[in-house]
T-cell receptor
Framework: GQQVMQIPQYQHVQEGEDFTTYCNSS?????IQWYKQRPGGHPVFLIQ?????EVKKQKRLTFQFGEAKKNSSLHITATQTTDVGTYFC?????????FGTGTSLTVIP | DTAVSQTPKYLVTQMGNDKSIKCEQN?????MYWYKQDSKKFLKIMFS???????INETVPNRFSPKSPDKAHLNLHINSLELGDSAVYFC????????????FGPGTRLTVT
């Protein structure tokens, strides 16, 4: 079945350090989305990538979609305590999205 | 105004009971979903419902049944609850399938004892 894996599963960083989570699919994706879930909260949509090799930025966050449309990454520059949470990618090989396993980010002040 | 709402927020019940979780969205979206998030944070889609077409995740036991009285509501009914059903259940909606962002409700934490 469809699998979307993320690494690492957990990441602890010192405030100010950079952070990257990687998303890998076993099949080619038509598009990919990223969500953030704060502790005790619900997933909140961040961005969608559609084109091969696409790169999008939101302030300190940089999102990339791989050339083969099977992988993606989220990079956070100079993490802040407000970045704490679990980051999920969600890939769509067709009309159905499959969420990745998530990366839980802890930022140490 | 809350875009996607769920009730109840917490649900504690005993094994074997039947329970329902309600979901409502006021966004005018065509598609609604139910997700299960376990203790390891894995977020698994259970159902999606688009214009009266129900897509079922084949791994979901048939004790779980979605009911949609109208486009704005998608309730989840669970029969004969088991310990393994304990999880957080999220409802979500989107304008369509495949290329649209999903808006999640606040979640319902179900604990089966």
């Amino acid at each position: 079945g469809q699998q979307v894996m993320q690494i690492p599963q957990y990441q602890h960083v010192q405030e100010g350090e950079d952070f990257t989570t990687y998303c890998n699919s076993s099949t080619t994706l038509s598009n990919i989305q990223w969500y953030k879930q704060r502790p005790g909260g619900h997933p909140v949509f961040l961005i969608q990538l559609v084109k091969s090799g696409e790169v999008k930025k939101q302030k300190r966050l940089t999102f990339q979609f791989g050339e083969a449309k099977k992988n993606s990454s989220l990079h956070i520059t100079a993490t802040q305590t407000t970045d704490v949470g679990t980051y999920f990618c969600a890939g769509a090989p067709g009309n159905q999205f499959y969420f990745g396993t998530g990366t839980s980010l802890t930022v140490i002040p | 105004d809350t875009a996607v709402s769920q009730t109840p927020k917490y649900l504690v019940t005993q094994m074997g009971n039947d329970k329902s979780i309600k979901c409502e969205q006021n966004l005018g979206h065509d598609t609604m979903y139910w997700y299960k998030q376990d203790s390891k944070k894995f977020l698994k889609i259970m159902f999606s419902y688009n214009n009266k077409e129900l897509i079922i995740n084949e791994t979901v036991p048939n004790r779980f049944s979605p009911k949609s009285p109208d486009k704005a509501h998608l309730n989840l009914h669970i029969n004969s609850l088991e310990l393994g059903d304990s999880a957080v259940y999220f409802c979500a909606s989107s304008p369509g399938t495949g290329h649209y962002e999903q808006y999640f409700g606040p979640g319902t934490r179900l604990t089966v004892t």
